[in-house]
């Protein structure tokens, strides 16, 4: 089975603190994302990486910063958090791109729980 | 752009019973996947069904089975003998097939769906 786990499942920072998220999956999959999670607003797509060193941006990088410089691992970086950063985050993994994707499917991590007072 | 919309925030389902979740969604491109994913409150999300649109036939597993409408540009869950398990939050997703896409996935805001035993 394939296994993608999130460093911590709950989270609480101090506005203006950088703040890491380490996501790890163990299925050699090329692509990996993070979302973040708001009631009513469903998942939006942070940033995305389709391998080492390759990232792009989603729908609300600002403010987020991410790093992969292993294919099994892809962090979530808040150079400075604040308040309006409070969310759920996930983390999620495919195998492939391209028209192959009829096996693409997405492999969440449980999430993590970020509050920044 | 493409979105995804999930117009009832909320429904409720008698244990045994069938419901259906909607899900609408817009796009110009004629090939394209759609997911259906479940987060139960444990809050690991995990893939219930997927249908390619190339392929005229809705897609099934098990008690879950869906209603695609090309052309209406529909895409509903009929979950059959509704189970207590079933209770959690459900999200429709699409993602382009087209060559050269990514494996991006746009998320509708999601519905929660409770079982009453």
């Known amino acids: 089975d394939v296994k993608v786990t999130q460093s911590s499942r709950y989270l609480v920072k101090r506005t203006g603190e950088k703040v890491f998220l380490e996501c790890v999956q163990d299925?050699?999959?090329?692509?990996m994302f993070w979302y973040r999670q708001d009631p009513g607003l469903g998942l939006r797509l942070i940033y995305f990486s389709y391998d080492v060193k390759m990232k792009e941006k989603g729908d609300i990088p600002e403010g987020y910063s991410v790093s992969r410089e292993k294919k099994e691992r892809f962090s979530l970086i808040l150079e400075s958090a604040s308040t309006n950063q409070t969310s759920m985050y996930l983390c999620?993994?495919?195998?492939?791109?391209?028209?192959?994707?009829?096996?693409?499917?997405?492999?969440f991590g449980p999430g993590t729980r970020l509050t920044v007072t | 752009a493409q979105t995804v919309t999930q117009s009832q925030p909320e429904m409720s389902v008698q244990e045994a019973e069938t419901v259906t979740l909607s899900c609408t969604y817009d796009t110009s491109e004629s090939d394209y996947y759609l997911f259906w994913y479940k987060q139960p409150p444990s809050r690991q999300m995990i893939l219930v069904i997927r249908q390619e649109a190339y392929k005229q036939q809705n897609a099934t597993e098990n008690r879950f089975s869906v209603n695609f409408q090309k052309a209406a540009k529909s895409f509903s869950l009929k979950i059959s003998d509704s189970q207590l398990g079933d209770a959690a939050m459900y999200f429709c997703a699409y993602r382009s097939a087209r060559a050269g896409a990514n494996s991006k996935l746009t998320f509708g805001k999601g519905i929660t769906l409770s079982v009453r035993p």
């Open positions: 999620a993994s495919s195998l492939t791109s391209g028209r192959v994707g009829a096996l693409d499917e997405q492999y």
């Open positions: 299925m050699d999959h090329e692509n």
